[in-house]
């Protein structure tokens, strides 16, 4: 094992990368992103932005925090991982404080919505089965809890409740595909 | 399980699945969640801007009735002589049957009594003589209060403090199940609100007035805005009061009206919170405050009333804020503790949602603790979803306490307990068992579903301003338009500052190649119409009106009052009706010809009015 690097704390501190990811990825510079989408979705887009604007003189704009919420209600579902890097890695405190306008909005969106690996019905279902440890198409509710309370990007035990509220049977387990479906209709 | 090394790579292999399956589960819930809270957000703002767009109705008319008001010469002699008051109000003479089996109270009141009235009003009503005799009591008390109640947390005793009730006598009984009654070890702070919109406003009145007098040391009540008889008039107190008491409910309201004028303006907690409904604005002074002469300071006091409504004119006059004279300055003071909200960005701007009141941000905050030694401020005025909401750095509290006040499982209430470290211990709460039932996923789409219906009934009230702002669009007359053009076209007419393309999935069922047919739209629209669409949208104000014309809350106005309701309604609604017609209308409304109007006639009328005009010179006669 080989010895931890003392760090001397410094005025700035170094970002930390969210989440053990093997390959750096590049920081993300939105002057790079091209914008395509249509008119149309920009406007669907901005009536979004402006339910999430908190500003009483609606000055269309919002805080960091809000951002990855917005993206996820117009569609996409981004880690949270993903999200810091395209807000450029905030410190927490800067979270509830910075904001961005809606021109700067744009290429962040667009930025996640060019991203791979969105993740499909297939793809959601093949995940769950890893904890099938039946193979009979239902998982331990018990055991998914803790997978999602522990493991990647955390959820905390309120979140879980409400995402499994009513889908355990009798025995405390669920049926996968049905829960994918009830996830995926919202 | 298996042997040491291929254990570890089998290990490594299922543990990475497991961790993407986790992170992809985790994605999903997320968006799943988004979703969900723009579904909830958007609920809220509907009914919120709903509230407020009433409201803005009113205000738009405010000048009407402020001038129905002033130039409205009542037909009937009215009581208004100082020394007739106390002969007016008394009670002695009303005899109680022996049948009523409600409290019967004796003065002076104390604990149990007060304690059995909470019990009693489950399910019984108080008789008027003990009304008035509670009311008459509690007015002697709150004329020897000053403005700024002060209240001590010494003895180690913990303040609780509520916010609007809104006469939902459910949430008052849930806050004393919870926490107790008040007593002289449990004070109470009441911040205003307590009227209005609910069912059992007159009840929860009764009960705080009851603790008042019971311990006046302990209980201590803030006017808020809806503690006045014009409000009342417009938002179901008076209403309320008539329907339950229809003997003697004139004289309650009347008295009423003296007591609210007469409810102390803020309270202060240790010299270091105050207490106060709305909250404050740039040129707030506690000690002007303290000095001014509540009850007389009203909005119907000539001068200071022709100028708020001239302020409150939404037809942009030159702003009318330089209230030369002190007895508006001091009306303006009060107005700014009663209706204010905060907002948050610096400055403080007129309020004109509310038409009353300023907008205040986290700087006048901060001028304003400072200045007076303070370090917190406790209002309420405004519905929050858990009940209570920080704001301003944590130098402000809105505490709401009437739970599902839009919808059932809309939010929830709170009340807050302060210890001599003032730090604010919070206890939300939901009165209702129904929504225990439902998950947040379940309360979001029924709230929703009520929301969406109450805007689609706006939106069909509104069908003939809407076709026409679609029909200036649509020049060719296609019948179709465009989402982006149906959504602002809507925003131009109603004001309600909604996410219409967000919401449109839910208004519109089809669009084809992205444009909509307009006339298949509102015809999907369709609203049970037992009433037709004007009369639906000035219902409440033509209830207002009545209200204020019959002067002596009879229930029943003279033909002569009708008639110059009708003159002056029509000069302002530019409805044009003819002396012809106001007389034919005048003799024909009174279907029971009993001589004069009650209130079920007088609506009957604007019902006919709106008809002849649809008809155009069709006979009156109606089934």
């Known amino acids: 094992m080989a010895p931890k690097k003392k760090e001397e704390p410094k005025p700035a501190p170094a970002p930390k990368p969210p989440e053990p990811e093997p390959p750096k990825e590049p920081e993300f510079n939105p002057a790079e992103v091209k914008l395509e989408f249509t008119a149309e979705q920009i406007e669907d887009f901005k009536d979004a932005f402006q339910l999430f604007d908190r500003t009483p003189t609606n000055e269309m704009k919002i805080t960091y925090a809000q951002c990855g919420d917005l993206i996820r209600a117009l569609g996409q579902n981004p880690t949270n991982a993903e999200v810091m890097h395209v807000l450029g890695k905030p410190k927490a405190e800067e979270m509830q404080v910075k904001m961005l306008d809606f021109e700067q909005f744009l290429p962040i969106h667009q930025h996640i919505c060019k991203a791979k690996d969105r993740g499909t019905f297939e793809d959601f279902v093949e995940g769950l089965r890893v904890f099938d440890k039946e193979g009979n198409g239902t998982v331990m509710g018990a055991e998914l809890r803790h997978v999602l309370a522990t493991l990647g990007e955390k959820m905390k035990e309120d979140e879980v409740e409400q995402l499994m509220a009513g889908q355990e049977d009798a025995n405390g387990c669920i049926n996968y595909e049905a829960f994918v479906k009830h996830i995926m209709a919202g | ?623």
């Open chain 2, 1 to 623: 399980m298996g042997c040491g090394v291929t254990k570890t790579s089998e290990f490594n292999r299922k543990f990475d699945k497991a961790m993407k399956a986790a992170v992809l589960i985790q994605r999903w819930y997320r968006q799943y969640a988004a979703r969900m809270e723009v579904r909830r957000r958007y609920t809220w703002n509907i009914f919120q801007s709903m509230e407020y767009a009433d409201l803005q109705d009113q205000i738009k008319l405010y000048n009407f009735l402020g001038y129905l008001m002033d130039n409205f010469t009542p037909s009937k002699n009215e009581v208004c002589r100082d020394a007739e008051w106390e002969r007016y109000f008394s009670y002695n003479n009303i005899t109680v049957p022996d049948i009523y089996s409600g409290p019967r109270l004796t003065f002076p009141l104390d604990m149990d009594q007060a304690a059995h009235l909470v019990e009693a009003f489950k399910n019984k009503q108080l008789h008027s003589r003990y009304v008035l005799q509670l009311l008459l009591e509690t007015w002697k008390l709150l004329r020897v209060l000053p403005n700024i109640n002060r209240v001590s947390t010494c003895h180690s005793k913990e303040i609780t403090i509520c916010g609007d009730l809104h006469g939902q006598l459910e949430d008052l009984l849930l806050i004393f199940y919870k926490n107790g009654m008040p007593s002289l070890e449990k004070p109470y702070v009441f911040n205003g609100d307590y009227v209005d919109r609910g069912k059992d406003s007159i009840e929860i009145l009764l009960i705080l007035f009851a603790f008042l007098l019971v311990f006046p040391g302990d209980v201590y009540l803030n006017r808020g805005n809806h503690e006045d008889h014009i409000i009342n008039l417009r938002y179901g107190f008076t209403k309320e009061v008539l329907n339950k008491y229809k003997l003697h409910g004139k004289r309650i309201l009347k008295l009423l009206q003296k007591i609210f004028s007469w409810l102390p303006l803020v309270t202060v907690i240790d010299q270091r919170v105050l207490i106060v409904h709305g909250g404050i604005s740039d040129t707030t002074d506690l000690a002007l405050i303290a000095r001014v002469d509540r009850h007389r300071v009203s909005r119907t006091n000539g001068k200071s009333h022709r100028i708020l409504s001239s302020a409150l004119s939404s037809d942009s006059e030159p702003e009318s804020s330089e209230f030369t004279d002190t007895g508006n300055d001091e009306w303006k003071q009060i107005l700014d503790l009663l209706w204010s909200d905060p907002m948050s960005h610096d400055g403080c701007i007129p309020n004109e949602v509310r038409g009353g009141g300023c907008y205040w941000g986290p700087d006048v905050t901060e001028g304003f603790l400072n200045r007076h030694n303070l370090q917190l401020i406790i209002r309420s005025h405004e519905c929050k979803q858990d009940g209570y909401e920080f704001c301003h750095n944590r130098k402000v509290l809105t505490l709401f306490s009437a739970s599902n006040y839009y919808e059932v499982g809309s939010n929830r209430g709170a009340f807050v307990r302060l210890g001599p470290d003032l730090v604010p211990y919070f206890v939300q709460y939901q009165a209702t068992s129904m929504t225990r039932g439902l998950s947040f996923p379940q309360n979001v789409k029924r709230t929703e579903h009520t929301a969406l219906k109450v805007l689609r009934e706006q939106l069909f009230v509104h069908k003939s301003d809407l076709l026409s702002a679609f029909q200036e669009i649509d020049k060719e007359n296609t019948g179709l338009i465009c989402l982006n053009d149906w959504a602002s076209a809507i925003e131009r007419v109603l004001h309600l500052d909604l996410p219409w393309r967000v919401l449109h999935p839910q208004l519109v069922s089809s669009t084809t190649d992205g444009k909509l047919d307009y006339h298949g739209w509102f015809r999907d629209l369709h609203i049970e119409q037992t009433m037709l669409e004007t009369l639906y949208r000035h219902r409440s104000t033509l209830e207002t009106i009545f209200r204020i014309v019959d002067t002596d809350n009879s229930g029943l106005i003279t033909f002569e009052d009708f008639r110059q309701t009708l003159k002056l309604l029509s000069a302002y609604l530019k409805m044009e009706i003819s002396d012809e017609v106001i007389n034919e209308l005048v003799i024909s409304t009174d279907t029971n010809n009993d001589g004069s109007i009650d209130i079920d006639e007088f609506m009957e009328a604007f019902r006919l009015v709106d008809k002849s005009r649809l008809e155009r010179g069709k006979s009156l006669e109606y089934t």
